[in-house]
């Protein structure tokens, strides 16, 4: 079979995040015996070995850098790349007809066709769109006249709404349904990396009381996997199906392949694992954002030695498997030189958005991730939440928190700074676009969070800085391990709501448009829409601790303040 590759650039620094990228085997990674198919697309001969047939004329396309975030993610990070912009590298390939350009990143307005090709006949080929690499199963996109893509910078959100991950194109001259005899790489000058490296999540679901998806299944825990180290579901029950629910990230910024181990019903790491042994077809795959959070059978697979066996051990593959003990010191050695971590992992499109007065929409396209650093500020588009599944940890190595502002651009002090809740959506403003940051107090900023500016004629509060009433020495309020909330509370806008043994703090009193101080209103409701209840002076509350919920109040009540008196 004869094989072609264009020559590429190596992947020069991003503006975001790049890093030089090897495929030189670590020495703590051991090659598993997997057959040829099942690693990358086969090499290919340079630029200058292209050749064609008759009177075949070969594409011309222009490869603009490409970015393993996805695009809506990377507008909110606020690093949106111009369509096909002039100002970007460019690395020119030429593609004959019938061979297949797979793509391992976002194809995004990054890919521009300077000519089309012609057949050997000079018909003109059918050019066909996939969202997944080697050019199978259905096209995603067919067209027929060429001139709409020619000079036309591939592919926009009105001609592709979802861009996938992974993406092949084709020039069709042949008969064939699907696939290629010959295959070629896109490999831009410049990738713009998510993250180099990060881990992913698996879910398991064991025997067949509660299917993959029922809903007392999806209540189970998500199991993190580092890249290269195999796992397995621990229960005397058989492993039915899995589900990925989150990809994980390798070193040099690629996303890690699925890989599944035959289950040779022997116990012990080595054989939960198959002693590291490929043994069932299709057994690494590529993970594509549309794989998430779908059903994947372990329990009826294909051998390649023949018949049908079960799947047990489950990995994401980047260059081996991780021989755990073996050269921990050289290990260590690269833990301490990573000392800036990385970001937390987080979604803008895994939660409902806002369609309405209590109406919500399931997501319209598959969840992405990306991963904030310390201190920069993110965009939540107006109806959006966000999802972060991570504690974030600081340079410093102290847990970061979750700053919030109702307004874009993340300008002068948030809204809101509080713990990260890694088990549920978060939203501050639906009706409008917010952002928000991962906080790191630098030293002597925890006391500036909780000054009232001068310029700034919000309240200032806490309602967990206290211990609840009753609480057992050593306890602390359940999310404070991350600090405590500081809230900017705006004048007759904002309602605090407070459970009945919690305790307020007010580090400052808001200022009225008159110049006089704010007052305090109580309500039995933890809405603030009931009839007024006890207003108070707010001097008394300063750097106190104080219990303002009633006995008339049920569970819970709500605090204004206010300029209305």
Same mark, same amino acid.
């Given at each position: 079979?004869?094989?072609?590759?264009? *020559? @590429?650039?190596? /992947?020069?620094?991003?503006? =975001?995040?790049?890093?030089?990228?090897?495929?030189?085997?670590?020495?703590?990674?051991?090659?598993?015996?997997?057959?040829?198919?099942?690693?990358?697309?086969?090499?290919?001969?340079?630029?200058?070995?292209?050749?064609?047939?008759? *009177? @075949?004329?070969? /594409?011309?396309?222009?490869? =603009?850098?490409g970015f393993r975030t996805y695009p809506d993610d990377l507008r909110d990070m606020g690093n949106a790349v111009a369509a096909c912009s002039d100002d970007e590298v460019t690395e020119v390939i030429h593609l004959a007809t019938d061979v297949c350009l797979s793509g391992e990143y976002y194809m995004r307005d990054n890919v521009k066709v300077l000519e089309s090709p012609s057949c050997a006949d000079g018909s003109m080929p059918t050019l066909m769109f996939y969202q997944n690499r080697r050019c199978t199963n259905s096209p995603l996109k067919v067209v027929q006249n060429l001139d709409e893509t020619t000079e036309r910078c591939l592919w926009s959100e009105a001609d592709v709404s979802v861009s996938p991950y992974y993406w092949s194109l084709i020039y069709r001259c042949d008969t064939e349904p699907d696939g290629a005899a010959e295959h070629q790489d896109a490999t831009p000058a410049l990738i713009h990396h998510n993250v180099l490296g990060a881990t992913?999540?698996?879910?398991?679901?064991?025997?067949?009381?509660?299917?993959?998806?029922?809903?007392?299944?999806?209540?189970?825990?998500?199991?993190?996997?580092?890249?290269?180290?195999?796992?397995?579901?621990?229960?005397?029950?058989?492993?039915?199906?899995?589900?990925?629910?989150?990809?994980?990230?390798?070193?040099?910024?690629?996303?890690?392949?699925?890989?599944?181990?035959?289950?040779?019903?022997?116990?012990?790491?080595?054989?939960?694992?198959?002693?590291?042994?490929?043994?069932?077809?299709?057994?690494?795959v590529d993970v594509d954002d549309w794989m998430l959070n779908t059903c994947i059978n372990m329990s009826h697979l294909k051998l390649l030695r023949g018949g049908f066996g079960r799947a047990l051990g489950v990995m994401f593959y980047c260059d081996g498997m991780h021989i755990k003990g073996q050269d921990d010191e050289e290990n260590e050695e690269v833990a301490e030189d990573t000392s800036n971590p990385r970001g937390p992992r987080t979604s803008h499109s895994e939660c409902a958005t806002l369609a309405g007065r209590w109406q919500w929409n399931h997501p319209v396209r598959p969840k992405t991730f990306m991963y904030p650093e310390p201190m920069a500020c993110m965009s939540l588009p107006q109806g959006h939440q966000v999802r972060i599944h991570e504690k974030p940890t600081c340079p410093d190595g102290t847990t970061g928190r979750l700053a919030m502002w109702r307004e874009p651009g993340c300008i002068n002090w948030p809204k809101k700074i509080e713990a990260?809740?890694?088990?549920?959506?978060?939203?501050?403003?639906?009706?409008?676009?917010?952002?928000?940051?991962?906080?790191?107090?630098?030293?002597?900023?925890?006391?500036?969070?909780?000054?009232?500016?001068?310029?700034?004629?919000?309240?200032?509060?806490?309602?967990?800085?206290?211990?609840?009433?009753?609480?057992?020495?050593?306890r602390v309020v359940l999310g404070r391990d991350g600090g405590p909330m500081v809230w900017r509370v705006d004048v007759d806008q904002d309602c605090v709501i407070m459970n009945k043994d919690a305790q307020l703090k007010v580090y400052g009193n808001a200022k009225c448009p008159s110049g006089k101080d704010a007052k305090l209103v109580i309500y039995n409701d933890s809405y603030c829409l009931g009839g007024r209840g006890q207003m108070v002076d707010a001097a008394s509350f300063i750097n106190t601790c104080t219990q303002v919920c009633g006995e008339?109040?049920?569970?819970?009540?709500?605090?204004?303040?206010?300029?209305d008196f």
């Open positions: 079979m004869t094989i072609r590759r264009l *020559g @590429a650039l190596c /992947a020069a620094a991003s503006v =975001y995040l790049l890093s030089a990228t090897t495929n030189a085997l670590p020495s703590d990674q051991k090659p598993i015996n997997a057959p040829d198919e099942h690693h990358e697309l086969p090499v290919v001969a340079s630029e200058e070995a292209v050749a064609v047939e008759g *009177g @075949a004329k070969v /594409a011309k396309i222009a490869l =603009y850098p992913g999540s698996v879910r398991y679901h064991r025997g067949t009381l509660f299917r993959c998806h029922d809903k007392y299944a999806n209540r189970s825990r998500a199991n993190e996997l580092e890249p290269g180290n195999c796992n397995w579901s621990f229960s005397s029950l058989p492993l039915e199906t899995i589900e990925i629910v989150s990809p994980a990230v390798c070193s040099n910024g690629t996303r890690a392949q699925l890989a599944l181990y035959e289950d040779v019903r022997r116990y012990g790491g080595s054989y939960m694992c198959n002693w590291g042994n490929m043994t069932l077809e299709n057994t690494i990260v809740d890694t088990l549920n959506c978060e939203n501050w403003d639906l009706l409008s676009e917010t952002s928000y940051m991962i906080w790191c107090a630098a030293d002597g900023l925890t006391a500036e969070e909780r000054k009232v500016g001068p310029e700034d004629h919000r309240a200032v509060v806490s309602v967990d800085e206290c211990p609840k009433l009753n609480m057992k020495p050593g008339s109040s049920h569970r819970s009540c709500g605090v204004k303040f206010t300029c």
